[in-house]
């Protein structure tokens, strides 16, 4: 069945330092979501990319959709402490919305 | 307030006693979804609901029953739990009509401890 990759698995990062995971899909996706976890709390939807090559912002994060469909990354500019969580992929292809296993990103003050 | 809301939201029992983790939302969505989220596997769904009456299988059913009776609610059942249920769940809920509705929703999760 269809599988999203993630990685890394773990990043700890400088506050003020860039940021970026990644996610790669099995089979073509219909679109990709986003989604940001802080600790002890629920997964909260951050974007949805539909169209092959997108780009979209959302202030110090950058979401891309590649040009395939099967891949995706998010970048963080200039990390901050607020930034602390577990970003998750999810892609929808055939199939239900399937999750990546998670980035958790700490940041070090 | 748009919100899905899961009882209980912690819950220790012990193997074999039948349990129920409800979920409800006030969005009219039509699909439904439950997660269970372990560390290093991220979320895995176990049922889904696309509407009322209709459920189907996720990647990790075994253990467990739901049903739809109601558009607004969708609750898990372990009929018999096991130690290796012990997790934390999240209910989930979206529109299934337009692109910009497949926002999920998720509850606040319901940390479950089988002894």
């Known amino acids: 069945g269809q599988q999203v990759m993630q990685i890394p698995q773990y990043q700890h990062v400088q506050e003020g330092e860039d940021f970026t995971t990644y996610c790669n899909s099995s089979?073509?996706?219909?679109?990709i979501q986003w989604y940001k976890q802080r600790p002890g709390g629920h997964p909260v939807f951050l974007i949805q990319l539909v169209k092959s090559g997108e780009v979209k912002k959302q202030k110090r994060l950058t979401f891309q959709f590649g040009e395939a469909k099967k891949n995706s990354s998010l970048h963080i500019t200039a990390t901050q402490t607020t930034d602390v969580g577990t970003y998750f992929c999810?892609?929808?292809?055939?199939?239900?919305?399937?999750f990546g296993k998670g980035t958790r990103l700490s940041v070090i003050a | 307030e748009a919100q899905v809301t899961q009882n209980p939201r912690y819950l220790i029992t012990v193997t074999g006693k039948k349990l129920t983790v409800t979920c409800s939302q006030n969005m009219n969505h039509e699909y439904m979804s439950w997660y269970r989220q372990d560390p290093g596997l991220g979320l895995r769904q176990i049922y889904y609901s696309m509407n009322v009456e209709v459920t189907d299988k996720g990647d990790v059913p075994e253990g467990y029953k739901v049903s739809r009776k109601e558009k607004r609610n969708f609750p898990l059942i372990l009929e018999s739990p096991s130690p290796n249920q012990t997790s934390l769940y999240f209910c989930?809920?979206?529109?299934?009509?337009?692109?910009?509705?497949?926002?999920?929703?998720f509850g606040p999760g319901t940390r479950l401890t089988v002894l």
């Open positions: 989930a809920s979206r529109r299934t009509s337009g692109s910009i509705y497949n926002e999920q929703f």
């Open positions: 089979t073509t996706l219909s679109n």
């Open positions: 999810a892609g929808r292809g055939n199939t239900p919305l399937v």
